[in-house]
């Protein structure tokens, strides 16, 4: 029987599926086809102001960004270059891991097919969020903890572990979650004997000095503002003072939502194999614990895969009991999620050969609709409320007409943009042309990085840090307030703030490509008083 293609040359077909995903990516990252998403957009203002630390995540996101923003300029390119980037080298990792150092090809080429067919993993290379470089990290830290058995006496996997938990860190704090699992795998094979003492110490010290490291620049940016990463942390989970409006207990409401996130994310099918198999392993490696298998490398990568789905998926199921949890918390345990449905496609691809070419041909499908979404929508438009990519659309011409708008002002040299929402502040900075500062004002909100820096009048609250910048104040100024959607009526904080006000506010439906977008209200104010609203509560 002839040996498959696929089998015979197994790094050129994963080679052909690495260079045509992310070719697909950096077009979609170059052609202008979705603007900047309000949070690209508020991290590369972050990258304007470098610092140690930032209010929500961590510093490399704005690092990364500022690295290649000074190759190809303040372009949607240079904020999302970094995102292709280390789409490619999780792939590459990927293929490393499974093909080479645990000489599975196969499960390797099928890991790749599965991941680069779900809208996670495609978005997630296009999109430059904090998700990117943790996903890189995050697959590092499994080949590298591979590599501990499969290679004694080997240095890389030590300095690997604690390069990708310091990197890790310093991109977002999720990346503490990886620790326990990945300690509790190597005192496991120690137990069993599969792991030298000196190499589970060297763990050890290696997983805990990284992360310790990646948390250093925070930590000390926290100290001198009032340790308010972790209390907006604490507010997100909703635990109890911490956050503004402190959740119930039980939420039972919330847990359809999570798990319908969960099918999108992951698509339904692979998600459900993912379960299934994972049941499986699960049941597999309490029999191998009670010592019942030998510490071969199979067993050694189902103990692996469990502890790294297992435990984060479902405290996050159980979490979505008490609190909202957003789609993308548990995204770092598809890692070995997606590993768990490629070996459970490869158990149902002899039972069930018909279903996992329905599975197969439908992933790809999906995959083409994420990456082919412009077209897509230009010859199916949908209703707003159906279409996800809708709230990246339009900024761009938002920034000209507010420029154009500007310019018609009596005083076009003195007029600046804010807003009360720090998404659209970022995006406005970014398209209106210039890249002027732009302002974020609390009227009853939850604090955001904006309030750390200056305002209009040149102050920040007392007891932050003012950092660099310490620009002039206002005071007289004229501004155009934007909101992210059409006012109903003039925010009351206006009034006190301008001496003078149109009588009504305006709304402005903006343009993507010569098809419909957002539609925005704004409105122009004219004599800056001086008074910045700030709600006096601290809402994390």
Known sequence: MPVPFFLRRPGLCALGIILSCTLAR??????????????????????????????????????????????????????????VLNSLAVQG???????????????????????NSSPMFIVGGVLMTTDNPLLLCWTGGLAC???????????????????????????????????????????LLRRRGTLRARAWRLAVLALSGGALLGLAPSLAWNAGNDFVTFRHLAGLAGLGAASADPAPLLRPDRVPEFLGSQAALALPWWLALMLWQGARLARSCLSHLRGQGAGDEASRLRLLLCLQFW?????????????????????????????????????????RRGILKACAAASLIAGLAVHGQAGLTRLLPLPE?????????GWSDLGRELDSLRQAMPRPEEVFFFSDSYGVAAELAFY???????????????????????????????GRDPGPETPGSRSGWDALYVARAPLRAIPRQLRDMF???????????????????????????????GRWPRSGRERY
């Open 93 to 115: 990792l990927i293929y490393a891991w499974l093909g080479i150092l645990l000489r599975r090809p196969g499960l390797a080429l099928a890991t790749l097919l599965i991941a």
């Open 432 to 462: 209106i042309p210039g890249r002027p500062v732009v302002f974020c004002a609390d009227f009853g909100r939850r604090l955001n990085q904006y309030d750390f820096w200056p305002d209009p009048n040149g102050r920040i609250p007392a």
């Open 145 to 187: 903890l591979t590599g501990l058995t499969g290679r004694p006496g080997a240095c890389w996997p030590l300095w690997g572990l604690a390069l990708c938990a310091c990197l890790g860190v310093l991109s977002k704090f999720t990346m503490l979650a990886f620790l326990p699992p990945a300690l509790a795998y190597c005192w």
């Open 26 to 83: 950096l077009w979609i990252a170059s052609s202008g086809q979705l603007d900047l998403a309000q949070d690209e957009a508020q991290y590369w203002d972050w990258s304007r102001r470098l610092q140690p630390g930032y209010y929500s995540k961590g510093p490399l996101i704005a690092w990364i960004i500022a690295l290649w923003t000074g190759v190809f300029g303040h372009t949607e390119l240079g904020v999302r270059f970094g995102a």
């Open 311 to 351: 435990p984060l998926w479902l405290f996050f199921v159980l979490w979505s009991f008490h609190s909202r949890v957003y789609p993308n918390w548990p995204a770092m345990s598809y890692v070995a999620g997606f590993v768990l449905a490629a070996l459970g496609a490869d158990e149902i691809r002899m039972r």
């Open 499 to 529: 001496a003078s006000l149109p009588d009504r506010p305006s709304a402005y439906p903006s343009l993507h490509r010569g098809k419909p977008g957002r539609t925005f209200g704004f409105l122009p104010a004219y004599g800056f008083t």
């Open 385 to 393: 409320f159906l279409d996800p990519t809708l709230r990246l659309k």
